[in-house]
C-alpha cells in the first residue's frame, strides 16, 4: 500500500525573530551559521526546515529554504553552501545581526520503532538534514552507520558530527584526497549488500539519491530520501516545488521534502542548482 505525503504530526509553524550567534567557515565554500530561536528551536523535527529572510530588500522578498543541521538549547544550527546573493549576504553576517524565519516547515525522517540500525547516506550538502537525525537515532539507542561522500576532502561536511554519535564512518571522495576514491554509492552499496540494516536515510545529489534508493530496494531495506526543489512560499500554495509521486504530484514543501523512496516517480526525477 502506497501513502505519499507527510504521514506524521508536524508542529505548528510560527514567524520568528532570531538573531545570529555565531557563523563560521566549516569546509571549502561551506558556513555554519548558528542563530538563537528558541520557539522553532523547540518544536523542530529532523528532516524539517525554516524559511529564513536573510535581509531586507527587494532581493528578499521571498525567504530562502534551509535544512537544519542540529537544533539544541534554543538554537538552530544551518549548514549552507555559498552559491548565489542570498548565501553570499548569509556567510558576511556577524554576531548580532537579526533576521526572521517561518519554521518548523515540511514533513521531516520518520523513524519506525522497529528500526535497530540505520544507515545514512549523505552527498555533499547532503548533510545538512541528517545531522539532527544522526543525533536522534543515537539517543534512542538505535545504531548509526554512516557513508558520506564529497569532491574532495576539503568539501566533507558534517565528519565530526557523524564521528562522535556513528558506530561506523565511511568516507568517499571524487578525487580520492579522503577515504576511498570515487562516488558514495560505490561505498553505500557494497555496505548494504553486507546487511544488518533496517532503514536508509539519504540526502545528496538526486541521481545519487535515486542509485542509493534502487541499492536499498534490492536489498529489500526501508528507504527514505530528502529532496530538493525551488521553494517560493514554503507553505504549499504556489507550487513551485512539485515532486512526482505514484499517488500523484506532492508538495516539496509541506508533504515532503522527505519522501519514502518506493513512492518517488525516479523517471522523472531531476537535478536543481538552486541558487540561493
Not at 565554500?29 to 528558541?38: A, E, I, K, N, R
Not at 529532523?46 to 534554543?74: K, T
Request: one cysteine or more.
Amino acid at each position: 500500500m502506497t501513502t505519499c505525503g507527510c504521514a506524521h504530526h508536524t508542529p505548528p509553524r510560527v514567524l520568528e525573530n532570531v538573531t545570529v550567534v555565531a557563523n563560521d567557515r566549516v569546509a571549502q565554500g561551506v558556513g555554519l551559521v548558528t542563530f538563537d530561536s528558541p520557539r522553532i528551536a523547540r518544536d523542530i523535527q529532523p528532516g524539517q526546515f525554516v524559511h529564513l529572510r536573510i535581509a531586507q530588500g527587494v532581493d528578499y522578498l521571498l525567504r530562502r529554504p534551509f535544512s537544519i543541521y542540529r537544533a539544541h538549547a534554543g538554537r538552530l544550527e544551518i549548514l549552507y553552501q555559498v552559491v548565489g546573493r542570498g548565501t553570499r549576504d548569509l556567510a558576511l553576517a556577524t554576531p548580532g545581526t537579526e533576521m526572521d524565519m517561518v519554521g518548523p516547515l515540511g514533513c521531516g525522517w520518520r523513524i519506525a520503532d522497529s528500526t535497530t540500525h540505520a544507515l545514512l547516506v549523505s552527498g555533499g550538502l547532503g548533510a545538512a538534514p541528517l545531522g539532527m537525525l544522526a543525533e536522534e537515532l543515537a539517543e534512542r539507542g538505535i545504531a548509526v552507520t554512516v557513508a558520506m561522500g564529497a569532491p574532495c576532502g576539503e568539501r566533507l561536511v558534517g565528519r565530526d558530527l557523524f564521528e562522535r554519535v556513528a558506530r561506523r564512518v565511511e568516507i568517499a571522495t571524487d578525487d580520492g584526497s579522503c577515504g576511498t576514491a570515487g562516488f558514495v554509492t560505490g561505498v553505500c552499496g557494497e555496505m548494504v549488500a553486507e546487511g544488518g540494516y533496517d532503514a536508509v536515510y539519504t540526502c545528496g545529489p538526486e541521481p545519487m539519491q535515486r542509485i542509493v534508493a534502487a541499492q536499498a530496494a534490492e536489498a529489500e531495506v526501508a528507504c527514505q530520501v530528502s529532496l530538493e526543489r525551488l521553494m517560493a512560499c514554503g507553505i504549499g500554495v504556489c507550487l513551485s516545488c512539485v515532486v512526482e509521486t505514484k499517488c500523484g504530484l506532492r508538495r516539496a514543501c509541506v508533504d515532503g521534502p522527505v519522501f519514502y523512496a518506493k513512492e518517488v516517480v525516479w523517471d522523472s526525477a531531476h537535478d536543481v542548482t538552486c541558487e540561493r
